[in-house]
């Protein structure tokens, strides 16, 4: 029988060294991801969310060893990717693709979609020269892009267009799991829910598995079965979707989640505006890590650090990292005080609510 989990990150850290002085010496370094551990199972959608910095794109940078992590374990379908020498992992590196924010720096400009697609299927040795156009142009259809425009250049297409082709390359190789770096971000709202519910769909008709890095939790919403929420190197809290945007208990999570649009017009809300900057990752705060943004700090939280613990046994698998889960909460904090600031928020914008 298939194992349910894909992948298995345990205990994954990345320091990146920082060199100075007199002598060029190692004289400290940034802690982009510092012990963060989670699964994402065959066929689920799981997101990583937080700040600009929190270390998102280092976690999916680390699971491809594009860096070379500096300690823990990375097992994808069983297999321990951090003990694959060079030559092992380059073969390995084909079942996890990555489509990025900017799909025109990731094409080749000089190559039509048709050798684009081509050269991505070389890769895959088992796909017979003559099956390729077959199976290009089922690429094609399946992402939503009309068979003609398989001669054309990547210039020649719009940027949630140029999104498909990255898409339909990723494919083009039947991977395991398909990374999604901000891969809407650059896009417009629209477009971005058009992409959003393209990905969904395939998702669900071939049963892929993604995991989806984003800043913008509006973003994920609807396409994340599991969400991830990091901050400063750490992942403070862990759920299924309705357990992170119905019973949010970090309040960093509450916080994040505040500043998403709400798509009914008449429903009130508070936005929560965090004023403290985010610290260094140089030299992070000690204890938890957010006590230095947080407004419900307590001596307790400056000197322990929070680990991820069970927040409801009825809720599987949510998990928050603060010493006083279901104790904190924005409801009954001032509208101003020195951390943060509490708005009254009204409903603009409901275009994520199209993707389904
Ligand atoms: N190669 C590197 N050398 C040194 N520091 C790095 C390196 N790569 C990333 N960092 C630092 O690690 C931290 C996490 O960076 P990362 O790119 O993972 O953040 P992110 O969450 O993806 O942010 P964004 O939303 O802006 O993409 C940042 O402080 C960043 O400056
Ligand atoms: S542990 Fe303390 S500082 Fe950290 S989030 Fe909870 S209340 Fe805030
Ligand atoms: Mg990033």
Do not use: W
């Not at 002598?23 to 370094?29: I, K, P, R």
């Not at 650059?186 to 049963?207: P, T, Y």
């Not at 929420?229 to 945007?245: A, P």
């Not at 994040?256 to 004023?275: H, Q, Y």
């Amino acid at each position: 029988m298939r194992q349910a989990q894909l992948l298995k990150v345990e205990g994954l850290k990345q320091y990146f060294p920082i060199y100075g002085g007199f002598l060029g010496a190692q004289v400290n370094n940034v802690k982009a991801v510092d012990d963060i551990s989670f699964v994402v199972n065959r066929g689920e959608a799981v997101s990583i969310v937080g700040e600009s910095g929190c270390g998102k794109s280092t976690t999916g940078r680390a699971i491809l060893r594009l860096d070379e992590p500096t300690a823990g374990s990375i097992e994808l379908d069983g297999v321990d990717l951090l003990s694959l020498n060079r030559g092992e992992m380059k073969d390995t590196r084909k079942e996890i693709q990555i489509i990025f924010q900017d799909p025109y720096a990731s094409l080749n400009p000089r190559l039509t979609v048709r050798q684009i697609l081509y050269e991505s299927m070389n890769i895959q040795k088992h796909i017979k020269r003559k099956d390729r156009e077959a199976r290009m142009y089922e690429l094609l259809d399946l992402v939503g892009l009309q068979r003609d425009q398989a001669e054309r250049f990547p210039h020649e297409f719009s940027g949630g267009q140029r999104q498909r082709i990255g898409i339909a390359r990723a494919l083009s190789v039947d991977p395991k799991l398909i990374v999604c770096d901000e891969a809407v971000s650059a896009l417009d709202v629209s477009i971005q829910a058009q992409v959003l519910n393209l990905l969904k769909k395939l998702q669900r008709e071939m049963g892929l598995t993604y995991l989806f890095i984003s800043h913008d939790l509006g973003v994920v919403r609807h396409i994340s079965n599991r969400i991830i929420v990091m901050y400063l190197g750490k992942i403070v809290e862990i759920g299924d979707n309705d357990s992170i945007f119905e019973n949010p208990k970090h309040p960093y999570t509450q916080a994040l989640l505040s500043a998403i649009p709400v798509p009914n017009p008449k429903k009130k809300s508070k936005r929560i505006l965090l004023k403290g900057d985010v610290p260094s990752p140089i030299d992070p705060p000690q204890g938890c890590r957010f006590h230095t943004r947080c407004p419900f700090a307590t001596d307790l939280c400056k000197e322990e650090t929070p680990q991820l613990r069970t927040v409801d046994k009825m809720a599987e698998g949510h998990q928050a990292a603060c010493h006083y889960i279901n104790e904190v909460s924005f409801d009954n904090l001032k509208i101003e005080q020195e951390l943060v600031k509490v708005e009254s928020l009204q409903s603009e914008d409901a275009s994520y609510e199209r993707v389904k």
